[in-house]
């Protein structure tokens, strides 16, 4: 049973646009959510995060949104740049458990 | 420079035969976890400890195990690899509570079981 789900395995925006990932998950008890980037070859990096109490956290160009009452969160990035190219992940906390993923979603920046 | 440093970045093995990859950070981090990466599949945990000699089963924890024995150590052994565990594996740490910073992963290592 998936408990974080990405259903887009890839997305592609134009370079300037707005870049949407979204996430959906099923377990009620995560209070913590993160957003993971991942290049070729490295391990993810940390993008952002929001706790459940909350329900939009800004960083830069990075906005993540959280709708408890649907289980979604989303992933703004304004404007895309060829740089923002990579598989972002999606990942959940209940407490001292460790991270739950998502498998992923592809985002490719055309020029 | 603050990181997590796993090792051997590649394996190639053969089925049963014992290993052990290594991880180190060097953060005074209390957490530690190991992930692998499969096609499809995206991140699934392995192992996880909260602090040393301290260690609990992730989602996929068969044929594998863990040790801590120090706070910047902890590394996964595969006592008898088979092919199923053919993978990309990661290892990250934090603090304890720290997910507001995100973990810190380690630059992964391509394990090839034949």
């Given at each position: 049973d998936q408990q974080v789900k990405q259903n887009s395995p890839s997305l592609s925006v134009q370079e300037g646009r707005i870049s949407i990932l979204n996430c959906d998950y099923?377990?009620?008890?995560?209070?913590y959510f993160l957003w993971y980037k991942k290049y070729p070859a490295e391990g993810p990096t940390f993008l952002i995060s929001i706790s459940s109490i909350k329900d939009k956290n800004e960083d830069g160009r990075f906005t993540v949104f959280l709708n408890k009452s649907a289980k979604h969160l989303s992933l703004h990035i304004?404007?895309?740049?060829?740089?923002?190219?990579a598989v972002y992940f999606c990942a959940a906390s209940a407490g001292a458990d460790g991270l739950t993923f998502g498998k992923g979603t592809h985002l490719i920046i055309q020029p | 420079e603050a990181q997590v440093t796993q090792n051997p970045r590649y394996l190639i093995t053969v089925t049963g035969k014992k290993l052990t990859v290594t991880c180190s950070q060097?953060?005074?981090?209390e957490y530690m976890s190991w992930y692998r990466q499969d096609p499809g599949l995206g991140l699934r945990q392995i192992y996880y400890s909260m602090n040393v000699e301290v260690t609990d089963k992730g989602d996929v924890p068969e044929g594998y195990k863990v040790s801590r024995k120090e706070k910047r150590n902890f590394p996964l052994i595969l006592e008898s690899p088979s092919p199923n565990q053919t993978s990309l594996y990661f290892c990250a740490s934090s603090f304890a509570g720290g997910l507001n910073y995100g973990y810190t992963f380690g630059s992964g290592t391509r394990l090839t079981v034949v």
């Open positions: 099923t377990n009620s008890m995560f209070d304004v404007p895309s740049q060829p740089g923002d190219s | 060097n953060m005074n981090h």
